[in-house]
């Protein structure tokens, strides 16, 4: 077996599927699925808003509001949790102060290292990986919720004989 393994921005995980640039990837499964695709949902995590020990926004008080109208934010230029953050300001009239937009949560955390600002991640990623030391969280309140982290992949496998044992193997693996 050959594997390529990609990291980076979950947001393109359902394109890369769609497109064939993938056979399997890691994302955020909205509530309603997705079309076209086979989801295995892993985990349930809420969004937080990270931020590094030591740091100059480690000790912020204050509604989320509060928070995400006085601190510098990073956020992700796209996906579910940028879905949810932007109706969430927008149905509260809050004009937030952004200092970085990115592709990936390792991109997001490693801005938060260095202090620019609060990141908007998956509680997942403060509790497993690189990011298990040296970070906080502040809630990101109800309104931002949780989602489902899981697998994805095409309905129907394609490829060589080979290829569609290997997605078969996994399909029995996920859906254990």
Known sequence: IHL??????????????KDGRADIAVTAIPKEGIKGLDCFPIR?????????????????????QDIVSSVPLILPKS??????FDLWVESRNVKPVIAAETEGNEAIMALVQLG????????IVLTTGPYTNGFTSHSAGNALGSYEIGFIKKQQPT??????RML?????ILLK
Do not use: Q
Not at 79 to 84: F, I, M, N, P, T
Not at 159 to 164: A, E, F, Q, T
Not at 168 to 172: L, T
């Open 79 to 84: 996906g579910l949790a940028r879905e949810r």
């Open 44 to 64: 349930i995590t809420p969004l937080v808003f990270a931020a590094s020990v030591g740091g100059p926004y480690e000790n912020v008080s204050g509604s989320p």
């Open 4 to 17: 390529s393994l990609e990291t980076g921005d979950p947001a393109s995980a359902i394109n890369a599927i």
């Open 116 to 123: 620019i600002g609060i990141g908007l991640v998956p509680h």
């Open 168 to 172: 078969a193997a996994v399909n029995k």
């Open 159 to 164: 490829g060589s004989d080979s290829h569609k």
